[in-house]
C-alpha cells in the first residue's frame, strides 16, 4: 500500500490518530486525515466531561461530528474513553460513595448507548493503575467507590453496546518487567477467569526518556494477547527525531504485526503541531504536513 491505512489494511490491521474535531475544517489536517487514516480516536470530545458537562445532561455534538466524518470517509471509530480521573465534569467533584458510582454507571450506560453500533474499541476504564513499584490500583474517587468498579463499567458498557470492544487502556504498560505492566496483567487475567467482559488491552504507548521503546514490548504484546484478550496500540507518539526516532516507530509497527491479535496502531495527532506534547517533534508528520522520517519507517515496516 502507499498510505499507512491502506498498507495496514493488507494486514488485516487498521492504522488510527487521535483527531481533534476542532481541526476539521483545517484543510491540511483533513487532506493527510482522509488519505491515511482509517480509524480515528476523539482527542477529547468523547470524555466525561464533554459528553456530560451537567449530571444526566449529555451532549454529543462533537463526537458526533467525529463520528459523521469516519462514516462519510470510510473510517471506523475508537471510542475514549467512558471513564478516568482526568478531565470529569465539576459536578463529580461533590459526590462519593453509592452516589458516584451510581453517576458513573449512568454515565457508562448512556454513552455506550448513544454510539451503540458505531464504535469498533471502546476504552472502557482509562489510566486506573498507580505509576510507581506498587503494581497497584491508582486511589481515585473512582477506585474510592469500590475496587470492583472497573468490573462495574465493564458490564454496564457490554449491556449498552454488545457490539463493541471493550478495552482497558493505560500509559507505562509496556515494559514487561514494570510492576505497573504486571498490575494490568494481573488484573485481566482475573476478569478473564471470572467471566468479566473484556475484550482488549489498549496500551498508550507515549514513549519518552523517561520511558523509551522497550525491548520487550513485542513479550508484553504477547503475553497479554495469549490472556485470550486483543492488543491495540492506542496513542502512540515517541519523543525525539530523525533516525532514532524512526527506528523506534518502525520497531513499535514491527512488534504489532507480529502479535496475531494486536488489530491495529493509533498515533495521538497527526501533524508534530497537533501533539499535546509542550514540545517536541514526536508524530509522523512535520509542522508543515509533510511525511517525516518516522512515517517512511512505519510504512516500511507494515
Ligand atoms: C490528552 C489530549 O491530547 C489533550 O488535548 C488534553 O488536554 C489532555 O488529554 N492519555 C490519554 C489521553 O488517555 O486522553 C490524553 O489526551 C493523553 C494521555
Same mark, same amino acid.
Given at each position: 500500500?502507499?498510505?499507512?491505512?491502506?498498507?495496514?489494511?493488507?494486514?488485516?490491521?487498521?492504522?488510527?490518530?487521535?483527531?481533534?474535531?476542532?481541526?476539521?475544517?483545517?484543510?491540511?489536517?483533513?487532506?493527510?486525515?482522509?488519505?491515511?487514516?482509517?480509524?480515528?480516536?476523539?482527542?477529547?470530545?468523547?470524555?466525561?466531561?464533554a459528553?456530560?458537562?451537567?449530571?444526566?445532561?449529555?451532549?454529543?455534538?462533537?463526537?458526533?461530528?467525529?463520528?459523521?466524518?469516519?462514516?462519510?470517509?470510510g473510517?471506523?471509530?475508537?471510542?475514549?474513553?467512558?471513564?478516568?480521573?482526568? @478531565?470529569?465534569?465539576?459536578?463529580? &467533584? +461533590?459526590?462519593s460513595? =453509592?452516589?458516584? *458510582?451510581?453517576?458513573?454507571? %449512568?454515565?457508562?450506560?448512556q454513552?455506550?448507548?448513544?454510539?451503540?453500533?458505531?464504535?469498533?474499541?471502546?476504552d472502557?476504564?482509562?489510566?486506573?493503575?498507580?505509576?510507581?513499584?506498587?503494581?497497584?490500583?491508582?486511589?481515585?474517587?473512582?477506585?474510592?467507590?469500590?475496587?470492583?468498579?472497573?468490573?462495574?463499567?465493564?458490564?454496564?458498557?457490554?449491556?449498552?453496546?454488545?457490539?463493541?470492544?471493550?478495552?482497558?487502556?493505560?500509559?507505562?504498560?509496556?515494559?514487561?518487567?514494570?510492576?505497573?505492566t504486571?498490575?494490568?496483567?494481573?488484573?485481566?487475567?482475573d476478569?478473564?477467569?471470572?467471566?468479566?467482559?473484556?475484550?482488549?488491552?489498549g496500551? @498508550?504507548?507515549?514513549?519518552?526518556? &523517561? +520511558?523509551?521503546?522497550? =525491548?520487550?514490548? *513485542?513479550?508484553?504484546?504477547? %503475553?497479554?494477547?495469549?490472556?485470550?484478550?486483543?492488543?491495540?496500540?492506542t496513542?502512540?507518539?515517541?519523543?525525539?527525531?530523525?533516525?532514532?526516532?524512526?527506528?523506534?516507530?518502525?520497531?513499535?509497527t514491527?512488534?504489532?504485526?507480529?502479535v496475531?491479535?494486536c488489530?491495529?496502531?493509533?498515533?495521538?495527532?497527526?501533524?508534530d503541531?497537533?501533539s499535546?506534547?509542550?514540545?517536541?517533534?514526536?508524530?509522523?508528520f512535520?509542522?508543515?504536513?509533510?511525511?517525516?522520517?518516522a512515517?517512511?519507517?512505519?510504512?516500511?515496516?507494515?
Amino acid at each position: 500500500g502507499t498510505t499507512l491505512g491502506a498498507s495496514a489494511a493488507e494486514q488485516g490491521r487498521y492504522f488510527g490518530t487521535a483527531v481533534a474535531v476542532n481541526k476539521l475544517s483545517d484543510s491540511t489536517y483533513v487532506g493527510i486525515l482522509n488519505r491515511e487514516f482509517n480509524m480515528v480516536t476523539a482527542e477529547n470530545e468523547m470524555k466525561w466531561d464533554a459528553t456530560e458537562p451537567s449530571r444526566n445532561q449529555f451532549n454529543f455534538s462533537a463526537g458526533d461530528r467525529l463520528v459523521a466524518h469516519a462514516q462519510a470517509n470510510g473510517m471506523r471509530v475508537r471510542g475514549h474513553a467512558l471513564l478516568w480521573h482526568q @478531565q470529569q465534569p465539576g459536578w463529580t &467533584g +461533590s459526590l462519593s460513595g =453509592s452516589a458516584l *458510582r451510581e453517576a458513573m454507571i %449512568n454515565h457508562v450506560t448512556q454513552v455506550a448507548t448513544h454510539y451503540r453500533g458505531k464504535i469498533h474499541s471502546w476504552d472502557v476504564v482509562n489510566e486506573a493503575f498507580d505509576d510507581g513499584n506498587s503494581g497497584a490500583r491508582r486511589n481515585s474517587n473512582l477506585q474510592q467507590t469500590g475496587n470492583d468498579w472497573i468490573e462495574a463499567a465493564f458490564r454496564a458498557a457490554r449491556a449498552a453496546d454488545p457490539g463493541a470492544k471493550l478495552c482497558y487502556n493505560d500509559y507505562n504498560t509496556d515494559n514487561w518487567s514494570w510492576a505497573k505492566t504486571q498490575g494490568v496483567y494481573n488484573m485481566v487475567r482475573d476478569f478473564k477467569a471470572r467471566g468479566v467482559p473484556i475484550d482488549c488491552v489498549g496500551f @498508550q504507548s507515549h514513549f519518552n526518556s &523517561g +520511558s523509551p521503546y522497550p =525491548s520487550n514490548y *513485542r513479550t508484553t504484546l504477547q %503475553n497479554f494477547a495469549a490472556l485470550g484478550v486483543d492488543v491495540q496500540i492506542t496513542e502512540l507518539d515517541i519523543e525525539g527525531s530523525g533516525s532514532s526516532q524512526a527506528t523506534s516507530y518502525g520497531n513499535v509497527t514491527r512488534d504489532c504485526l507480529a502479535v496475531a491479535r494486536c488489530n491495529g496502531i493509533t498515533v495521538w495527532g497527526i501533524r508534530d503541531t497537533d501533539s499535546w506534547r509542550a514540545s517536541g517533534t514526536p508524530l509522523l508528520f512535520d509542522g508543515s504536513g509533510n511525511k517525516k522520517q518516522a512515517y517512511t519507517a512505519v510504512l516500511n515496516a507494515l
